[in-house]
């Protein structure tokens, strides 16, 4: 188990560094280039010169590259060329509220999504099933930042349940200890600083649990309907077991391998989701400063934010990996 | 009293917009307590699905209909609730079913698998279900049971997954097992091997065994009884001696006369019964088995065939039997004892 971690950890090394080359020539060939950010239309073909040399621009593409490299091992990912701070610095500053975000979107998904995918699966051509296939269809078909509006007009400038935008009520002058804001309300008692916290991640959470929940909800209907199949299942009615023993014991657990695959990948998927739905929800996290360094050109961020991305897959496969020889005996891992 | 009577047993799948399916067709035969009686027949005959239906296992589904009765110890299981039904199973009937891999939970170890049914019906948990388990594995044959318990059915081999499940279904001492073709996805040699433990528990425990096959083979080495069916009815009924020395039904002739023999010439061509399952006339038109016999005639269209009861408890339903040599039928002293 441990070899395992540590060669799936190994494996990450040469992942990024394909991804920073690809990265590096991508950025590189893309049009305008940061001097035209920095300046606008009106620079003079002097002062593109002057900050192309600042930034090292100039140099062979090559020298360019092992600078980058050599930098990105010291986890200077650079200076953000529109706010002059440390890409780093202003990550670890956004990230925890990116992570609370798509961590809560992820708790709706599965909590909601497996138990009503289930039931769909029971109650097969009824009216739960049919509400539920259909509803996920329309959850994977809307695009999330118009269901993030659509919420936001209805609950929170409507009926005013829930904060329309932002992580946290400002007045409230809460301590910071890691960013994660709820977290840090518990860490320092502040309790209603950490429930409004809490209260202010509802809307964009269910907003960007939308479509996951809908994948999941698909996944685990189809799944449930064809472990009922299974000679086992045929087994374990044959025993004379309660229906619920059947239910859990030897249909759910096998229902769930697919459903922990698709979760894997829908989790990655969630962190650039979370791009549209942080500026719809002006949620300070890193995707809506995402959003913003894309219209600004700020190369460093962008590339620091798809590093970050890949990182971020290949440790979610890999504890779903980890959770799949937990459920399935076939597959454990040594 | 017989310990189960399964009596003119229909089983119906009806699909909106499609011709009604007789699986079953008014199949009736009995068990006696500590008999081993066989339902033989191609696949598709309805031997399964006759099975699934005495068990209560027939996938849920609009449909479905199923008629008749199969009186189990003075009870109609086919009229007993959901509830009922599952404390009969497992209990008094068990069941082992065809592929022994596809027929274990793959993500649970066998110890557990083997303790739920201890659980359920003997109220033994934790190291008594335990015990008990390991004693059970043993006692079908599985060496080492402490170990394989721990184990999950991929570490078993097929003989040993046969085994396990025969270990589940004993588990509470039933009064009747059924085994749908327990030996089909198994080697040769370990089908024999399976078959003698099969043997050996319904001659220990006195456990009445409904033996559900194709293969002709394992009828001859244990059944007390057969039951022939065909086109989801039973077309011959009797001992088994006399079944095989004098089938009198064309399909039963057929049937032994397909089976391939060592002993047969170099080139001597195999013996199959023409055309196939699906070329099946409808009961109610006449024999379904006319239009792939050898021995048809005018009469056998029509009407549908009544059952004639012959000497010796053998019954068939044939309009043309298959001749007895020597004119005469007397009763005689054949495995009547």
């Known amino acids: 188990m441990f070899r395992f971690i540590v060669r799936r950890l190994l494996q990450l090394i040469p992942t990024l560094f394909g991804l920073s080359l690809l990265l590096f020539i991508w950025l590189r060939r893309l049009p305008g280039g940061p001097e035209t950010a920095i300046l606008g239309e009106r620079g003079t073909p002097e002062m593109r010169a002057a900050i192309r040399r600042n930034m090292g621009l100039d140099e062979p593409?090559?020298?360019?590259?092992?600078?980058?490299?050599?930098?990105?091992?010291?986890?200077?990912?650079?200076?953000?060329?529109?706010?002059?701070?440390?890409?780093?610095?202003?990550?670890?500053?956004?990230?925890?509220?990116?992570?609370?975000?798509?961590i809560t979107a992820m708790i709706i998904a599965i909590g909601v999504g497996i138990p009503l995918g289930y039931l769909a699966a029971r109650r097969r051509g009824r009216f739960l099933d049919h509400a539920s296939v259909g509803g996920s269809l329309i959850g994977i078909c809307i695009p999330v930042f118009f269901l993030g509006y659509v919420l936001k007009a209805i609950f929170s400038e409507n009926l005013h349940w829930f904060p329309s935008s932002?992580?946290?009520?400002?007045?409230?002058?809460?301590?910071?200890?890691?960013?994660?804001?709820?977290?840090?309300?518990?860490?320092?008692?502040?309790?209603?600083?950490?429930?409004?916290?809490?209260?202010?991640?509802?809307?964009?959470?269910?907003?960007?649990?939308?479509?996951?929940?809908?994948?999941?909800?698909?996944?685990?209907?189809?799944?449930?309907?064809?472990?009922?199949?299974?000679?086992?299942?045929?087994?374990?009615?044959?025993?004379?077991?309660?229906?619920q023993t059947v239910r859990r014991r030897h249909v759910l657990r096998n229902a769930m391998l697919p459903v922990a695959t698709s979760i894997g990948l829908l989790a990655g998927g969630l962190l650039s989701g979370a791009v549209l739905t942080e500026t719809v929800f002006a949620f300070s996290g890193i995707g809506a400063f995402v959003a913003e360094a894309i219209g600004q050109r700020d190369y460093p961020v962008l590339m620091g934010f798809i590093l970050i991305i890949a990182v971020v897959y290949v440790l979610v496969n890999l504890l779903v990996d980890l959770s799949y020889s937990f459920i399935d005996p076939r597959v454990r891992v040594r | 009293?017989?310990?189960?009577?399964?009596?003119?047993?229909?089983?119906?799948?009806?699909?909106?917009?499609?011709?009604?399916?007789?699986?079953?067709?008014?199949?009736?035969?009995?068990?006696?307590?500590?008999?081993?009686?066989?339902?033989?027949?191609?696949?598709?005959?309805?031997?399964?699905?006759?099975?699934?239906?005495?068990m209560g296992l027939l996938p849920k589904q609009p449909g479905l209909r199923v008629g008749g009765k199969a009186v189990f110890d003075g009870t109609d299981l086919l009229q007993l609730d959901d509830r009922s039904r599952r404390d009969i199973r497992g209990r008094d009937i068990a069941m082992i079913f065809q592929d022994p891999l596809s027929s274990l939970n793959p993500v649970i170890p066998i110890g557990l698998q083997v303790t739920e049914v201890l659980t359920r019906h003997r109220g033994m948990k934790g190291e008594t279900a335990a015990k008990e388990a390991a004693a059970l594995l043993d006692r079908v044959g599985i060496p080492d049971p402490k170990r394989r318990l721990k184990e999950y059915p991929h570490q078993l081999s097929g003989g040993m997954r046969q085994r396990a499940l025969i270990a589940m279904a004993v588990a509470c001492q039933p009064r009747l097992l059924i085994a749908d073709e327990p030996t089909t996805a198994l080697d040769v040699t370990i089908q024999a091997q399976i078959l003698e433990l099969l043997k050996e528990l319904v001659r220990d425990s006195g456990t009445a065994l409904l033996m559900i096959t194709h293969d002709l083979g394992v009828v001859a080495g244990m059944c007390d009884t057969v039951n022939v069916l065909y086109g989801g009815r039973v077309v011959e009924t009797a001992r088994r001696r006399p079944l095989f020395r004098q089938p009198r039904h064309p399909y039963t002739v057929g049937?032994?006369?397909?089976?391939?023999?060592?002993?047969?010439?170099?080139?001597?061509?195999?013996?199959?019964?023409?055309?196939?399952?699906?070329?099946?006339?409808?009961?109610?038109?006449?024999?379904?088995?006319?239009?792939?016999?050898?021995?048809?005639?005018?009469?056998?269209?029509?009407?549908?065939?009544?059952?004639?009861?012959?000497?010796?408890?053998?019954?068939?339903?044939?309009?043309?039997?298959?001749?007895?040599?020597?004119?005469?039928?007397?009763?005689?002293?054949e495995e009547s004892a």
């Open chain 1, 61 to 102: 593409i090559l020298v360019q590259y092992g600078r980058f490299v050599r930098r990105m091992i010291k986890l200077d990912l650079g200076t953000s060329t529109s706010t002059k701070r440390a890409v780093t610095t202003e990550f670890i500053e956004r990230f925890p509220g990116t992570v609370e975000l798509t």
């Open chain 2, 1 to 54: 009293m017989a310990l189960l009577e399964v009596e003119d047993l229909a089983v119906t799948f009806a699909r909106r917009g499609q011709r009604a399916v007789h699986a079953v067709d008014g199949v009736s035969f009995s068990v006696d307590a500590g008999e081993v009686v066989g339902l033989v027949g191609e696949s598709g005959c309805g031997k399964s699905v006759t099975s699934l239906a005495i």
């Open chain 2, 255 to 333: 049937l032994l006369g397909s089976v391939p023999r060592l002993d047969a010439g170099r080139g001597e061509k195999l013996n199959p019964i023409p055309g196939s399952v699906r070329d099946l006339l409808p009961w109610p038109d006449g024999c379904a088995f006319a239009p792939r016999c050898s021995r048809r005639i005018d009469e056998c269209v029509g009407e549908p065939p009544e059952l004639v009861q012959a000497y010796d408890g053998r019954s068939y339903r044939c309009v043309n039997p298959e001749p007895v040599p020597g004119t005469v039928p007397a009763p005689r002293e």
């Open chain 1, 166 to 243: 932002g992580r946290q009520d400002p007045t409230l002058g809460a301590t910071r200890v890691t960013n994660f804001f709820v977290l840090d309300g518990l860490m320092t008692r502040e309790w209603d600083a950490a429930a409004d916290a809490l209260w202010h991640l509802v809307l964009p959470a269910i907003a960007l649990a939308s479509i996951p929940l809908a994948i999941i909800v698909r996944i685990t209907r189809a799944s449930v309907l064809e472990v009922l199949n299974e000679d086992f299942v045929r087994t374990a009615e044959a025993k004379g077991l309660t229906e």
